[in-house]
Nanobody
Framework: VQLQASGGGLVQAGGSLRLSCAVSGIIFGRNVMAWYRQAPGKQREWVASIFRDGTTRYVESVKGRFTISRDNAKNTVYLQMNSLKPEDTAVYYC???????????WGQGTLVTVSS
């Protein structure tokens, strides 16, 4: 199993980034996929999930700013992040949603840094 996240970088507050995560080794279309993040000195937290039918869920702090999507033909999940805030600074990871399937091996994630 491989989870390859990309698209992170340094952005000013109010800016946007689009993260991608290419997934291999699982039947992608059958799984609920999610984005997580881990800020410096903090525990990893769930950010958003997308179900097989496209239904989405978000943590309250990113509602209205982040959009999760998926392309089952490309085995890829995306996270469009708008109106970024310094508190969004973290390493972002994708994985399965553990409420529906146990995590697979974590990838390296992609670092997002939002400057004020």
């Amino acid at each position: 199993v491989q989870l390859q996240a990309s698209g992170g970088g340094l952005v000013q507050a109010g800016g946007s980034l689009r993260l991608s995560c290419a997934v291999s080794g699982i039947i992608f279309g059958r799984n609920v996929m999610a984005w997580y993040r881990q800020a410096p000195g903090k525990q990893r937290e769930w950010v958003a999930s997308i179900f097989r039918d496209g239904t989405t869920r978000y943590v309250e702090s990113v509602k209205g700013r982040f959009t999760i999507s998926r392309d089952n033909a490309k085995n890829t999940v995306y996270l469009q992040m708008n109106s970024l805030k310094p508190e969004d600074t973290a390493v972002y990871y994708c994985n399965t949603d553990s409420r529906y399937r146990a995590y697979v091996t974590w990838g390296q994630g992609t670092l997002v840094t939002v400057s004020s």
